[in-house]
């Protein structure tokens, strides 16, 4: 009986040459998805294209065939911005779930209601920053601009600007070293404020127009490609993101490095879980869920703390027959779940924030994170030690190389996720996720073998019987 431990590094798995290419075939998939789903509305319907190409059918077919079958494969969709996808297990719902559920949305820069002005022959696009950004991370990169707009006629126009090759891109200017004196003076956090967050988008003056006429020609160019007009913003949701695909990091392309992998990285792990189980029915019905406005709190009805996923288990419910409110109480206390999102790794550039024995290390597979918070734990879920064992024997007899950690040291600061949100519900969760460099930065680092471990551990939990 061995009496001490260590995690120790996932990737020895990979001297199996089967393993190694499985792995790097999911990374490249990952990449794929990643550098395409710039906003949570362009995830939504990437992962709803696999959930059709495997088979899936919205509820509404359910609800209108009136009945659903252990088997069945059921997608949701909440306002283009988040999904739920199901596999109805043998027992009913009233028995409880094995969810997964992460979150689509990621920090960025959002344009205001009225964002495009003018000023010293320059145009402009005023914005505010959307989650926790470190603001001095987002000026003089590459930007692009996705979104949506509905124009007078109602009719919907979809904007992507800056990821094609062709396409121009966009950037927020900073301040040169020699002027920046007053700049330099001041703390991190304030060198650059959120008004400042100003996207320069052109400075060709519109021929025959003297007043505002570089603002006229963007309004003009837009008009010819979108049918847009300077009102139209005030129907639109635009964001702005990094530019550019996902590409391997390190001469052994051992990791990725790309925009919006908090938390894409676990809900595409969640989905190639949920869509990995073929024909198999599991015992207990499972679940990948994906769902917006994490980052600035779960609020809003795109967000955990909507009834939206509620909503969705009664409908299935009533399917099963004889519907109570009581089942659906029933169906979330009897529910496990892993609140997939993305863990800190530990960086050794910063050490002296984290606590290396309880810290994710890139590399050493799947995390769980006990809990979350700050301070005391303030603000966590902090999982039952009884739901800690069930799930060590699941990744255990599956092979998922795994680990724990938190959130750096204590009183070092924190962060939460939507994990208290079902636990609210009565379910049982814990965090469980990939580790994460340079969180919330424009461009993120992830390890390969981790983001495979993360479907592995995923796909054994969703099939698990405990």
């Not at 509404?60 to 494969?73: C, V």
């Not at 007078?152 to 301040?175: A, K, N, W, Y």
């Amino acid at each position: 009986m061995e009496l001490s431990f260590e995690f120790e590094s996932a990737w020895k798995q990979a001297e199996d040459k089967n393993y190694l290419k499985d792995m790097m075939s999911y990374a490249d998939g990952y990449k794929d998805f990643i550098s395409k789903a710039k906003t949570e509305r362009i995830a939504v319907k990437e992962l709803l294209k696999m959930a059709k190409d495997n088979g899936y059918v919205s509820l509404e077919e359910k609800m209108k065939a009136g009945n659903i079958s252990a088997g069945d494969k059921v997608y949701s969709i909440n306002r283009d911005k988040g999904i739920a996808m199901f596999v109805i297990g043998e027992k009913s719902l009233e028995e409880g779930m094995r969810i997964v559920g992460g979150h689509i949305d990621s920090p960025r820069l959002d344009l205001k209601q009225n964002p495009l002005y003018e000023d010293t022959d320059m145009s402009y696009l005023k914005t505010h920053y959307y989650g926790g950004i470190r603001k001095y991370q987002w000026t003089t990169i590459p930007l692009a601009i996705h979104g949506v707009a509905f124009l007078s006629d109602g009719s919907r126009v979809d904007i992507c600007i800056g990821e094609d090759e062709s396409d121009p891109v966009f950037c927020v200017t900073d301040l040169l070293p020699h002027l920046a004196s007053k700049q330099n003076a001041k703390t991190l956090g304030d060198g650059v404020e959120g008004e400042a967050l100003n996207i320069l988008i052109g400075s060709q003056p519109l021929e025959g127009e003297d007043k505002e006429s570089v603002k006229k020609n963007i309004l003009k160019l837009l008009n010819e490609k979108y049918n847009i007009v300077e009102r139209d913003f005030l129907c639109a949701e635009i964001e702005v993101v990094p530019a550019g695909d996902a590409r391997d990091l390190g001469l052994d392309r051992s990791m990725l490095i790309g925009y919006g992998q908090d938390d894409r990285v676990c809900s595409y792990a969640a989905v190639q879980a949920i869509l990995s189980l073929g024909k198999e029915v599991p015992k207990y019905t499972a679940v990948a869920l994906c769902v917006d406005k994490e980052e600035v709190g779960s609020q809003g009805n795109t967000g955990m703390q909507s009834r939206f996923f509620e909503d969705v288990v009664a409908e299935l419910i009533a399917l099963q027959g004889d519907y109570s409110d009581l089942k659906i109480r029933r169906s979330m206390s009897n529910t496990k779940v892993l609140s997939a999102d993305v863990a800190a790794g530990y960086d050794p550039n910063y050490a002296d924030v984290y606590e290396k024995r309880n810290s994710a290390i890139l590399g050493h597979g799947l995390v769980v994170n006990k809990y979350t918070g700050a301070k005391g734990k303030s603000g966590c879920n902090d999982a039952n030690a009884e739901f800690l064992a069930e799930l060590r024997k699941v990744f255990d007899d599956n092979d998922v190389v795994w680990q724990t950690a938190e959130l750096g040291k204590v009183d070092a600061g924190g962060g939460g996720t939507i994990a208290f949100i079902l636990a609210n519900a009565n379910a049982e969760v814990v965090d469980c996720g990939v580790g994460v460099l340079s969180m919330h930065s424009p461009y993120e680092v992830t390890s390969k073998v981790d983001i495979y471990e993360a479907f592995k551990g995923y796909k054994a939990f969703m099939k698990s019987a405990f």
